[in-house]
């Protein structure tokens, strides 16, 4: 069985819900379909909820109002029927006097996460309703009965694949398994949501617990690009990628997948497959655990950079100095994302700047700090070993005409990293793919 995932934007409409129905039942296999809220729904909910907070429930009534009002227009252009047209109406009126429920009552942070739940709520029950009118063998299953994270809020595994088991064998037989992505239940058995890679990591917990031949996930563009399209001219889609390249160019700004999300999949040894529901024959990018040797795949960059110099004398034989430092950054939450050091100095970069200011205050205590702000991290992925010789000189004569404040090379076998300044950063991306991928 497949998993196939469908974010906002692919059931953004009725006419793209009835695609996507298309989409899952051409192969008459069954298969295991996770859906995200409909594009625009989520950041309506989180509207309402902060005009709750605010004690304004006349904003959030005109809010819910305007949210029901579309949802009710969307009937109409979904369903043919009037059987299929009622039932979805009753659906929707139940949900929004639930929403309207709120602004009656004193707010409290859990019902903040119920409030954006029914974002996918509403788009996996009218999915489910044009199937069955269309006479599709299909089951609507909620996350909520067994999606769940632990008390560090990362996903439960065992939990999951135990409770899914159940619910699948109480439901056999069917073509169309669907079900809500990002959501979930809590430790405590609260609504919560998964965060990190919202429905792309339900996508891959459930692949992972059903143990599915393939997981797939859906967007707009034709699987994960060499480079940025928005920027650089002549960009291609990557084919084939490592678990571990998809992970880099991910976390070093690859929009269209989160380097979370495919963890569970990469431990299960289940390939996941990026297409595109605009050209659903299209291949796509393949990920799974093979390597291609001896192959530059990607660029990807990360902006909003923050680079951080610390300069000491005591440094040279000082034994704690690093710990010491990056105690401070633990203490305040703000990961690293690159290091880089000398007998007298260490530099590090990071994309939080929240707490900046004490950060900075407390590493003064040990050297002299400076800062530069508006960098941006440039990350070049593929078969990067130290023994494919050349292979750095390749990224480093593409960035001859750029000023680089920092390289990491080294810490990963598939990635080598430059922090520059934002203003360069075009006019890099453009020189490494004409230099790796166009000549």
């Known amino acids: 069985m497949k998993v196939m995932k469908f974010g906002g934007t692919s059931v953004g ?44 429930p006349e ?28 039932i979805t109406r009753e659906f929707l009126k139940s949900e929004f006097q639930f929403l309207r429920s709120f602004t009656k009552d004193l707010f409290t942070s859990f ?60 439901n056999e037989g069917y073509q169309i398994y669907l079900t809500q992505g990002f959501i979930c239940r809590n430790a405590y058995g609260e609504i919560d949501n998964l965060e990190r890679g919202g429905s792309d990591y339900t996508a891959s917990l459930i692949g992972a617990a059903i143990n599915a031949d393939e997981i797939q996930i859906w967007t707009d563009i034709d699987g994960m690009h060499n480079n940025d399209p928005r920027i650089v001219d002549k960009t291609e889609a990557v084919r084939q990628l490592h678990f571990e390249e998809a992970a880099e160019l991910a976390y070093f700004g690859a929009k269209i997948l989160h380097p979370t999300c495919v963890q569970p999949a990469k431990f299960a040894g289940i390939p996941v497959r990026l297409k595109n529901t605009m050209e659903p024959d299209a ?119 750029i000023p680089v404040r920092m390289i990491s090379y080294g810490g990963s076998n598939y990635n080598i990293s430059f922090l520059i300044k934002a203003a360069d950063k075009k006019r890099a991306l453009q020189s490494l793919s004409d230099t790796l991928f166009n000549k």
């Open 111 to 170: 019902e903040e996460k119920s409030i954006v739940a029914q974002g996918e709520i509403i788009s996996t029950n009218m999915v489910v309703n044009y199937m069955k009118e269309q006479g599709i063998n299909a089951v609507l299953l909620s996350a909520l009965d067994f999606m769940r994270t632990d008390k560090n809020g990362e996903p439960d595994p065992g939990y999951i694949k135990e409770k899914l088991a159940k619910v699948m064998e109480e």
């Open 283 to 401: 291949p796509g990018t393949i990920i799974d655990n093979v390597t291609v040797r001896g192959k530059i795949k990607a660029v990807a960059a990360k902006d909003n950079i923050t680079a951080i110099k610390i300069k000491s004398s005591r440094m040279l034989l000082a034994t704690g100095f690093l710990r010491k430092v990056f105690e401070i950054f633990e203490s305040y939450q703000t990961a690293i994302d690159m290091v880089a050091t000398s007998e007298v100095g260490v530099s590090m970069s990071i994309d939080n700047d929240a707490h900046l200011h004490d950060i900075v205050d407390e590493l003064k205590k040990y050297g002299t700090v400076t800062v530069d702000s508006d960098m941006c991290i440039i990350c070049v992925v593929g078969d990067l070993d130290w023994s494919n010789i050349g292979f750095e000189t390749l990224a480093t004569d593409a960035m001859k005409n």
């Open 59 to 86: 904003g959030a009534n005109d809010v819910i109002n305007r949210l029901e009002q579309k949802y009710m227009e969307h009937v109409e252009a979904l369903y043919s029927t009037d059987e299929y047209k009622q």
């Open 13 to 56: 409409s009725p006419e793209r819900m009835k695609s996507v129905s298309q989409l899952v039942t051409r192969s008459g296999e069954p298969v295991f379909v996770v859906l995200s809220a409909m594009s625009g729904t989520t950041n309506s909910l989180v509207e309402i909820s902060n005009y709750l907070y605010k004690k304004n």
